[in-house]
């Protein structure tokens, strides 16, 4: 028997994750709550138009600031995928405005009785970035970038997503609440240059010494939303799930990765290779692969 699928709230649905998180949810046959925070932008427009037609998809405007907006927003959601994102880019202040974002929508969470699980958009910077990062072989879900170094190197991208993964945590497990995250590598696909371009940048601070340390990932939008609908889906998932679909570690890939990203790129990054083709791969993915093949 076909069940019907339950109510799943994306915010922000706005954000470039959020958007193509929102379609597989829709052509999976959920209900969605899409909740935007952005002024009019080319994907604001496209799921405005998309409310007009389809019927299973309702749009609130969301202040992540305002609790209430929140609640109102997830009213009746068995899911929420949080996506959080600034679209102009990040600094020290920004940091702070997506940390007590992702407070508050993690306790309006709590305060939804039908939840049942969310699903943290977070990212691969929330765990590469430390003083000597070439000193661990192997780099996975157990790690976490280091503050300091991230305030001392003016990471803010990295830092934001560092603390506001740590904040949703610990606000989800003091209130009982089923999380899990999924931490993105360098996010690629349709028009990623023109739709998301301060984000991509933001990620890419820093991109050099990620690629000489083996921990410069890309991951396909769509695989990305695939990943976290089946995180919801999936009752076994726990914890956080590294999320990636390649390592950029030889110079051939590193100038593909900068051909896809053009015109944000314009020109090859001048690595200094020391004589090597190619780095050591850093970042392992057991988790995911373990929950790909499981839900295939």
């Not at 976490?144 to 603390?163: E, G, P, V």
Request: hydrophobic letters at 45%.
């Amino acid at each position: 028997m076909d069940h019907e699928k339950p109510a799943a709230c994306v915010l922000d649905a706005s954000t470039y994750v959020g958007f193509w998180i929102l379609k597989g949810l829709l052509n999976r046959g959920y209900t969605v709550h899409a909740a935007i925070q952005m002024k009019e932008t080319d994907i604001v427009k496209k799921i405005k138009e998309m409310e007009r037609v389809e019927e299973r998809l309702s749009v609130f405007s969301v202040d992540i600031l305002d609790y209430h907006s929140i609640l109102v927003a997830l009213k009746g959601c068995s899911a929420l995928f949080c996506c959080l994102d600034c679209p102009d880019g990040y600094d020290d202040l920004i940091v702070d405005l997506e940390v007590r974002g992702a407070i508050n929508v993690v306790e309006a969470c709590a305060q939804t009785d039908s939840m049942q699980k969310i699903v943290f958009t977070s990212s691969l910077t929330a765990a590469i970035w430390r003083e000597n990062i070439c000193s661990q072989t192997d780099v996975d879900e157990r790690f976490w970038s280091d503050q300091d170094f991230c305030r001392k190197m003016k990471l803010w991208y990295a830092l934001a997503k560092t603390l506001s993964e740590q904040a949703a945590w610990a606000l989800a497990m003091d209130r009982m609440l089923n999380m899990v995250s999924v931490n993105a590598g360098l996010v690629v696909g349709p028009a990623v240059a023109q739709q998301n371009p301060c984000s991509t940048m933001s990620y890419l601070k820093g991109a050099a010494e990620m690629f000489e340390n083996g921990v410069l990932a890309v991951v396909d939008v769509k695989f990305l939303a695939d990943v976290h609908i089946r995180a919801f889906e999936d009752s076994s998932t726990i914890g956080r799930y590294f999320c990636f679909n390649q390592i950029v570690h030889t110079e051939e890939e590193a100038v593909k990765l900068v051909e896809t990203l053009s015109p944000l790129l314009s020109s090859q990054p001048k690595y200094e290779c020391q004589g090597s083709e190619a780095y050591a791969e850093r970042l392992r993915t057991k988790k995911l692969n373990k929950l790909v093949e499981g839900t295939a």
